[in-house]
DNA sequence: AAATGTTCCGTGTTCGTTCACGAAGATAAT
DNA sequence: ATTATCTTCGTGAACGAACACGGAACATTT
């Protein structure tokens, strides 16, 4: 009577009544069950599922519902078992000049995660630019373009050459994930970054919650051109917001603006000038070449900069530097990798926003901060 | 001439010469691979790896000889495509009263781990014990026991019923991974925890950087047994250590041990007699309990406390609470599912010490610290 | 010498897909 | 009516590993 209800395999349980002590019990339909559900071979229902046509309009439909119906999932260990073409992802990230640099942890999050991946026929090509070079960027995406890979890696650093290259991959539909920073015009699959405005915020708090009221601070950026360099400008914007909002007694905010090769004058101008610094917030990783400068005031200001790269891991360690913030940029990649495989490979939609926490890293706790 | 170096599906490229712009572009060797080497079929292949017998010493050198050589990693794919036997996970952790509980958090990362595993065939059963009655997790336990599971994720909260328990699983070679602590004694393949002596260094560093010199500082324990709870005791520990070993003006400690109905009369006591409380640290989740006794001082003391629970969240949006540290339990579930899978399914070696990563959290930072 | 064990190893089927190939049946062109 | 061309569908061989089964070679017992 109900021998087609118990039937191998074809049990398939409304996932509403499983045991909610046991999870991954439920039994996946199979194509063949399908096929026979809608009287055809696993054939047609391959074709139907690859969306690759020479089926009649009945019987796609019936086919589609019957999909919609028992939810069917593809076994991606039997469908990638079986599917022979390699599966090709390209990232085009920032050249790191040495392993150290900040830009080579996202890659390392990158290739741990594909190599996951190597047995469902993934491979990944590396693509870099040179960040001072936009030109660097159109010849690499071109490369990626003639590539014309399953799904690519982005880190969108300038606006204008990121968004051409986009818009050709939008037209090709080719699916991309950002990666460090978003674009808004842009229609990646997904996006994968930290809060620049609240990560400011957050430093604010900081140093707020470490000085007697009043006082100076210093807010320093350190880089070539302040304009091209979005991040920064919206940490020192969240860095603002704090004090406009918090009841606190508000610092007396000294804003510098310098190149890399002119801190030393620069600052030395500044300490001659001001006395009483209470706090130094830098709005890069380049906090470790300012730590040094504070050394010979009678009480050193709070220090608090970006990213754990080593020469900050270290002042930190030492007791120069007194909070970094990290964005986990191993764990973005991984992450990043994770999300192209998911939609690509899994065929599962993706969250299309991910904010990565805002970690507060002092020299007790930046043991726990080292691997992915 | 060289033909069988091209010959398809044999050549294999020495790990070595692989171009560092890819990644996961080398073929693995195969089972057919490795008979043709050996001069033997696939079906002695596979005996000697499942070690099942019925080979000739000398061909089964000969075997381990070129496995060995040609590093081959079974295609888990295919694997799990071909053994139709389900792989059991057990996990044993306390009841968790609602969906808000701690407890709730590590169970939810397991889940997402075993929903992303069930294509492997792998099912995990969830067994609960009550943390203030040790007799259910013997009960528990022994319900493990019978179900006879390929492994287990183990919260061992007491110690004594816990080792009985890991002690059976070794004779029975079952393996297990620890789960929010850790017993020295006990040989799991894993374990993933938080440093707790760490953290409570941590925490005395943050309330050190908050307040003036001097003072008085609570630290409370909220609890009905403590020599049972070995977290809070190094928690403790650290934060006394901290203190000893900085070179700033050490407050003065004062350390109060109270059961959660008992906090009120306990705490006003102690409010009547010392003033100048500059900072409070409990040493638990139970922070909330105390954050409203000390509104009514003029200036309320930095307050730092445990874990991302809805009233801890709440206390510390408000301003309440200053900082909570936190221990990624979601995270910790994850993990440990994925530590099982990498050893049972991937029969990789997993690293077998894992900390996790001590988060500050704060009302600026904690909206990013919600998901997994 | 035949019968029976042992030891060692090969073959064939299966897992759920993918995909090339080809076979019907219907329709259109000659 | 015959051939050609579509449209629609089924079949069977992979993919790499697991495992049951069976078979050959050799040794041991009657």
């Given at each position: 009577m109900f021998a087609h209800d118990i039937e191998k395999n074809l049990l398939v349980l409304p996932a509403n009544i499983t045991n909610s002590s046991d999870i991954g019990m439920k039994k996946n339909i199979r194509i063949l069950d399908i096929a026979?559900?809608?009287?055809?071979?696993?054939?047609?229902?391959?074709?139907?599922?690859?969306?690759?046509?020479?089926?009649s309009k009945e019987t796609r439909d019936k086919i589609l519902g019957i999909i919609k119906d028992y939810d069917y999932r593809p076994?991606?260990?039997?469908?990638?078992?079986?599917?022979?073409?390699l599966i090709t992802f390209a990232s085009l990230t920032p050249l790191a000049p040495d392993k150290e640099a900040f830009w080579a942890k996202p890659m390392e999050g990158i290739g741990k995660a594909i190599n996951q991946f190597r047995q469902y026929g993934i491979v990944l090509k590396q693509f870099h630019f040179k960040m001072e070079e936009p030109e660097t960027f159109n010849a690499e995406a071109a490369k990626?373009?003639?590539?014309?890979?399953?799904?690519?890696?982005?880190?969108?650093?300038?606006?204008?050459?990121?968004?051409?290259?986009?818009?050709?991959?939008?037209?090709?539909?080719?699916?991309?994930?950002?990666?460090?920073?978003?674009?808004?015009?842009?229609?990646?699959?997904?996006f994968i970054v930290q809060d620049s405005v609240q990560s400011g915020f957050l430093a604010a708090k900081l140093i707020d919650y470490g000085i007697a009221e009043g006082g100076n601070v210093l807010v320093i950026h350190i880089t070539k051109n302040l304009q091209n360099a979005n991040h920064?400008?919206?940490?020192?914007?969240?860095?603002?917001?704090?004090?406009?909002?918090?009841?606190?007694?508000?610092?007396?905010?000294?804003?510098?603006?310098?190149?890399?090769?002119?801190i030393e004058t620069n600052l030395n101008t500044c300490l001659s000038e001001v006395k009483s610094i209470q706090g130094v917030f830098v709005t890069n990783s380049k906090v470790h070449l300012v730590a040094g400068?504070?050394?010979?005031?009678?009480?050193?200001?709070?220090?608090?900069?970006?990213?754990?790269?080593?020469?900050?891991?270290?002042?930190?360690?030492?007791?120069?530097?007194?909070?970094?913030?990290n964005q986990k940029p191993e764990a973005q990649g991984y992450m990043a990798a994770n999300l192209l495989f998911d939609q690509i490979v899994r065929k599962e939609k993706v969250k299309s926003s991910n904010y990565t926490s805002i970690d507060i890293i002092t020299r007790e706790n930046i043991e726990y901060y080292s691997s992915i």
């Amino acid at each position: 009577m109900f021998a087609h209800d118990i039937e191998k395999n074809l049990l398939v349980l409304p996932a509403n009544i499983t045991n909610s002590s046991d999870i991954g019990m439920k039994k996946n339909i199979r194509i063949l069950d399908i096929a026979k559900k809608a009287g055809v071979s696993i054939g047609t229902v391959d074709r139907v599922l690859h969306e690759r046509g020479e089926v009649s309009k009945e019987t796609r439909d019936k086919i589609l519902g019957i999909i919609k119906d028992y939810d069917y999932r593809p076994n991606i260990l039997a469908s990638s078992l079986a599917s022979k073409k390699l599966i090709t992802f390209a990232s085009l990230t920032p050249l790191a000049p040495d392993k150290e640099a900040f830009w080579a942890k996202p890659m390392e999050g990158i290739g741990k995660a594909i190599n996951q991946f190597r047995q469902y026929g993934i491979v990944l090509k590396q693509f870099h630019f040179k960040m001072e070079e936009p030109e660097t960027f159109n010849a690499e995406a071109a490369k990626i373009l003639d590539l014309a890979p399953d799904g690519i890696l982005l880190a969108p650093w300038t606006k204008k050459e990121s968004l051409k290259f986009t818009q050709e991959l939008d037209n090709r539909s080719i699916p991309y994930v950002f990666i460090d920073s978003n674009l808004k015009e842009a229609n990646p699959i997904s996006f994968i970054v930290q809060d620049s405005v609240q990560s400011g915020f957050l430093a604010a708090k900081l140093i707020d919650y470490g000085i007697a009221e009043g006082g100076n601070v210093l807010v320093i950026h350190i880089t070539k051109n302040l304009q091209n360099a979005n991040h920064l400008l919206q940490r020192e914007k969240g860095f603002y917001d704090y004090f406009e909002k918090c009841n606190c007694e508000k610092p007396h905010l000294i804003k510098i603006e310098v190149s890399p090769d002119e801190i030393e004058t620069n600052l030395n101008t500044c300490l001659s000038e001001v006395k009483s610094i209470q706090g130094v917030f830098v709005t890069n990783s380049k906090v470790h070449l300012v730590a040094g400068f504070f050394n010979s005031l009678e009480k050193r200001p709070k220090i608090i900069g970006y990213d754990l790269i080593p020469r900050n891991v270290d002042l930190l360690i030492n007791g120069k530097i007194d909070f970094l913030l990290n964005q986990k940029p191993e764990a973005q990649g991984y992450m990043a990798a994770n999300l192209l495989f998911d939609q690509i490979v899994r065929k599962e939609k993706v969250k299309s926003s991910n904010y990565t926490s805002i970690d507060i890293i002092t020299r007790e706790n930046i043991e726990y901060y080292s691997s992915i």
